[in-house]
């Protein structure tokens, strides 16, 4: 059987994943850094309540980064702009942002952008079948197009080439390819802090990930 590159890719990845879940069953699992209290860093309550209304929850990866409040308030600028600040439909946003983090490999962020997609909207569907995307009806040419460009660019080494970017460029301009990359980008912060930090997956996105995601590509692994 012959794979192409997005199979190989996925196949790769749902055997990392399965490979980390099977090393760690015997395990005892905890986080690599504990995350604060928020009764920690009064300082920061301000803030605290802007994640409060967002998501409901403070995640355990801020509460881990507010042992640097600087990097919080600069990390929370950098969503704004990247999340906020944005021509792109929250669909196509959302699942920009599933792919980059289904491509690194982070188990917590993969958990995480599934269930904030059911915030902006996305269909469940859509959300489970994002590693069907390239031969799924539910997905426009142009979320095909920034689904894979999302997981070229989020891949290592980078798989991102000019026949990739030219049929990106037939769906939006250059100021939206700006902003793909923004949040590919900024994902790319935190599939890299909480894989090395083992960060604790809250309870929502657990659950959503249980319901929702393919066992052959995730598993709570070492964020349990």
């Not at 990866?61 to 308030?73: F, G, N, Q």
């Not at 590693?131 to 920034?146: G, N």
């Not at 080494?157 to 990739?164: I, S, T």
């Not at 049929?167 to 590919?184: A, P, W, Y």
């Amino acid at each position: 059987m012959v794979l192409d590159s997005f199979q190989q890719a996925r196949y790769i990845i749902g055997f990392k994943a399965y490979r980390k879940q099977t090393l760690l069953e015997e395990i005892e699992l905890m986080a690599r850094i504990e995350p604060l209290n928020r009764e920690d860093v009064p300082e920061m309550e301000q803030m605290f309540r802007v994640w409060d209304e967002r998501m409901g929850y403070l995640p355990n990866a801020l509460m881990t980064m507010v042992r640097k409040p600087a990097m919080v308030k600069t990390l929370a600028a950098l969503s704004q702009a990247v999340h906020d600040d944005s021509s792109l439909p929250h669909g196509v946003r959302g699942l920009v942002g599933q792919m980059a983090s289904l491509a690194h490999g982070c188990q917590y962020c993969t958990a995480h952008t599934a269930a904030n997609n059911e915030r902006y909207g996305i269909e469940a569907e859509k959300i489970e079948k994002m590693w069907e995307f390239e031969s799924s009806d539910l997905f426009s040419a142009a979320e095909k197009a920034a689904i894979r460009y999302a997981m070229a660019a989020a891949s290592v080494p980078n798989a991102v080439d000019d026949a990739l970017f030219a049929d990106l460029r037939k769906h939006f301009n250059d100021t939206e390819i700006v902003e793909i990359q923004g949040i590919v980008s900024y994902y790319g912060w935190w599939n890299r802090w909480n894989d090395s930090f083992a960060t604790k997956l809250e309870q929502h996105p657990l659950d959503y990930a249980n319901t929702h995601l393919d066992k052959s590509n995730w598993q709570l692994g070492k964020h349990g």
